[in-house]
């Protein structure tokens, strides 16, 4: 069964028998039905009763009914309420808009609108370049979806998007002070999708594509950094693949093995895949097998998709005709972007010694990480609860934060590499371990790391152009 997870908090108001040893009853009762309790509050306390509210993290919607079961069968003692802390969180969204400014007086007013701000339209107007300075597009991105692949859950479309792009605009606030707004979209045509953002475009100062599906995301991907004068970053691609080339030059050099003579078995060749693995190919990765549902893919059919027929070209150098499972036997590192429990314990064991696994499909891994530790050296997902977390939040918010400062129009191969490499040098030698691959989500340096390194592989490149 699947580990209890913070995702799934419920908090329980509970009617008991007032007594010496009722909460530990309750805290006992809960326990033994599979919940991680993590606070127990007396809200109210009669002669006779008292009011109970025990929070706990449970699996899912199935197992907390059957905490609340558990608790109704001790004497006496009635579950008055659930409450899904989760859902509580996203009552009402998650965002809000507030003004940098004080309007307190008139003088202000005039000042921040009419009649002071016809002069500041004015200025833009006869410099359009003014904008970047003078409104919010110096720090404001937009976070734009259609909803078609979001997380691990497929086409659930723009509104039910939603949320998640409310979250990724949070921690864009959170870790890097970057301004992001929710853009979902209600349609799935490649060139309303391209025109729609580019209409858009003037109040933005960058583009984060999110949760598109593939291959319709390469083409509005490549089109809007062509057509457009701010940054478009794909996060799906460019994020993960940032992300997962940090883990693993710290997992190489926890194994002493180098990128170059392993062997790397990617699961997925979407949008995530396809990123991750040029960029591998990028540090001197040699032998990448890349498997979609079919298998492997390789040269012996002929790939209508350009990305396909891109991987079978520069992939998997043996030809290896074979499916993921068979893949798998003597492979060094796992990768995985694609679905839930597609590989098992036996799959694991085939691997090389001192193997290196990503399980990071969301929010069911690949394999059970538990299962791939009895085999593997080192083990990775994208949760939260299981060491090693790879999560795209260690790049985005400093990559974009380094963008906007920078003023650059473009991202660039080195742009990428600088960022994976500012991660990975957040986890000192000293503490690096099979546990600590990659920093914690919340170290407070991070994306200040990334947004440097970021803006000075900009210079760089921009002296290049220039010389």
């Not at 326990?31 to 002669?47: I, N, P, R, Y």
Request: with cysteine.
């Amino acid at each position: 069964m699947a580990n209890p997870s913070p995702g799934n908090s419920i908090t329980l108001r509970v009617s008991a028998p007032s007594n010496f040893t009722v909460t530990s009853e309750l805290a006992a009762a809960a326990a033994a039905a599979g919940a991680a309790v993590t606070a127990l509050d007396v809200t109210e306390s009669h002669h006779e009763s008292i009011i109970v509210d025990i929070t706990a993290n449970t699996t899912d919607d199935a197992h907390a009914e059957r905490v609340r079961d558990a608790l109704e069968a001790l004497d006496g003692v009635s579950v008055l309420h659930v409450s899904d802390r989760t859902f509580l969180m996203h009552l009402g969204g998650k965002l809000e808009v507030v003004p940098k400014v004080a309007l307190r007086n008139r003088d202000d007013l005039s000042r921040a609108y009419t009649p002071g701000v016809a002069r500041v339209c004015m200025a833009i107007a006869e410099d359009p370049a003014a904008a970047r300075n003078l409104t919010i597009k110096r720090n404001t991105i937009a976070v734009v979806t259609d909803g078609t692949a979001v997380l691990g859950l497929g086409d659930i479309g723009p509104a039910a998007a939603l949320p998640v792009m409310e979250g990724k605009a949070a921690l864009f606030k959170q870790f890097a002070n970057v301004d992001a707004w929710p853009v979902c979209l209600d349609t799935k045509d490649t060139e309303e999708i391209i025109m729609i953002v580019k209409a858009l475009a003037p109040v933005y100062g960058g583009i984060n594509l999110e949760d598109i599906a593939a291959p319709r995301c390469f083409e509005i991907e490549r089109r809007l950094r062509e057509e457009l004068d701010i940054p478009v970053f794909h996060d799906d691609q460019h994020g993960t693949a940032i992300v997962t080339l940090a883990a693993l030059t710290n997992a190489l050099k926890v194994v002493d093995k180098k990128i170059h003579d392993v062997k790397i078995v990617v699961a997925g060749v979407g949008a995530a895949g396809n990123a991750i693995i040029q960029l591998l190919i990028a540090q001197g990765a040699t032998n990448i097998v890349a498997c979609g549902r079919s298998g492997a893919v390789h040269r012996n059919e002929e790939h209508t998709d350009a990305h396909r027929a891109w991987l079978a070209e520069n992939t998997n150098p043996d030809n290896f005709t074979g499916t993921l499972h068979e893949a798998m036997d003597g492979a060094d590192v796992f990768i995985g972007v694609s679905g839930p429990n597609v590989l098992g314990e036996e799959q694991i064991a085939a691997m090389a010694k001192d193997a290196i696994v990503f399980a990071m499909a969301n929010p069911t891994p690949e394999v059970d990480p538990v299962l791939a530790s009895r085999h593997a050296a080192v083990v990775a997902t994208g949760r939260s609860d299981f060491p090693n977390q790879i999560n795209n939040v260690l790049a985005f918010p400093g990559f974009f934060r380094g963008l906007l400062d920078a003023g650059v129009s473009d991202i660039t191969g080195d742009m990428l590499v600088a960022a994976a490499s500012a991660i990975a040098n957040r986890v000192d030698a000293s503490e690096l371990n099979a546990s600590f691959i990659i920093p914690s989500v919340f170290d407070p340096h991070v994306a200040a790391d990334v947004a440097s390194a970021v803006a000075a592989a900009a210079a760089t490149s921009n002296e290049r152009t220039q010389s």
